[in-house]
């Protein structure tokens, strides 16, 4: 099988799995005596990859891509960072980096710069600003610590 059949292949397992909801891409964390179930990194990793097929072979996947990017916009957090958490609706798992990368890839697109700039601004700012060491390296979480206004001590970051 060529490369494009098989691409063909997986997108029509794709198009079923998003029909079910991606119950498949479900997964949940046993924490703070409760079960916390996530998708939102796991989502972004697919429209990525859709996006990476639909400019490589010509797959339509543009309606699919369309919907996972209102679905994943619609799971940003509601706070002044805006980010997105690997639970959701576990408010005390803060926004992460991982997940802001993958959405940063899915938004870094021509026609999604926009959005890019939209979503994902400004808790970048708080991950370089508030999170970052002085190595470059930089927190998993997002968390704003510092009152006032963010600053740093990273040379790389500011």
């Known amino acids: 099988m060529n490369l494009k059949a098989r691409a063909e292949t997986l997108h029509a397992r794709t198009l079923r799995s998003h029909a079910s909801g991606f119950k498949d891409l479900l997964h949940t964390v046993f924490v703070a005596g409760g079960a916390w179930t ?5 989502r972004a990793l697919v429209v990525d990859t859709l996006i990476d097929a639909r400019d490589a072979f010509g797959l339509e996947a543009t309606d699919l891509i369309s919907a996972e990017l209102r679905y994943l916009i619609g799971m940003r957090r509601r706070d002044p ?15 992460d980096a991982d997940t802001l990368a ?7 697109r021509p026609e999604r710069i926009a959005q890019r700039d939209a ?3 400004a808790a970048l700012r708080v991950l370089f600003k508030d999170c970052c060491y ?3 390296s930089f927190e998993t979480y997002i968390i704003r610590i510092r009152p006032g206004p963010v600053f740093s001590t990273c040379r ?3």
């Open 102 to 108: 993958e959405m940063i890839r899915v938004f870094t």
């Open 134 to 136: 002085e190595n470059g």
């Open 156 to 158: 790389l970051c500011t």
């Open 38 to 42: 996530g998708d939102v990194f796991e």
């Open 119 to 121: 979503y994902c601004a």
């Open 81 to 95: 960072i805006g980010a997105w958490s690997y639970l959701p609706d576990y408010q005390s798992l803060s926004a």
